[in-house]
């Protein structure tokens, strides 16, 4: 089917700069949404900024100017440019798209997910 991997997690001081990638593979035909969302501990998953097939980017309040997300559809891949990191942003971070795959039968539509990496800011 469809297989979503992040990479670019990792600890970095406060004011610092990540750069998270994902990278979708398998049976796809074409990718509409991707996005990244993130859970803290003890707290719910939440969006922290999409981007459609066309570039049209959305932002959660608390990361507007200090995140930038972009794809390159000829790779299948979304990043995520995080600058001037809080502690606050301290969570596992995962990827989303979604994806019209071949499935054998014809053609499906579904989200899928990575498995997360986690970024930790320390202060």
């Known amino acids: 089917q469809v297989q979503l991997v992040e990479s670019g997690g990792g600890l970095v001081q406060t004011g610092g700069s990540l750069r998270l990638s994902c990278a979708a593979s398998?049976?796809?035909?074409?990718?509409?949404?991707m996005g990244w969302y993130r859970q803290a501990p003890g707290g719910q998953r939440e969006r922290v900024a999409t981007?459609?097939?066309?570039?049209?980017?959305n932002y959660a309040d608390p990361v507007k100017g200090r995140f930038t997300i972009s794809r390159d559809n000829a790779k299948n891949t979304v990043y995520l440019q995080m600058n001037s990191l809080k502690p606050e942003d301290t969570a596992v971070y995962y990827c989303n798209a979604d994806v019209t795959y071949s499935s054998g039968r014809g053609y499906k539509y579904e989200g899928f997910w990575g498995q997360g990496t986690q970024v930790t800011v320390s202060s």
């Open positions: 981007i459609t097939s066309s570039g049209g980017t």
């Open positions: 398998g049976s796809i035909f074409s990718i509409n949404t």
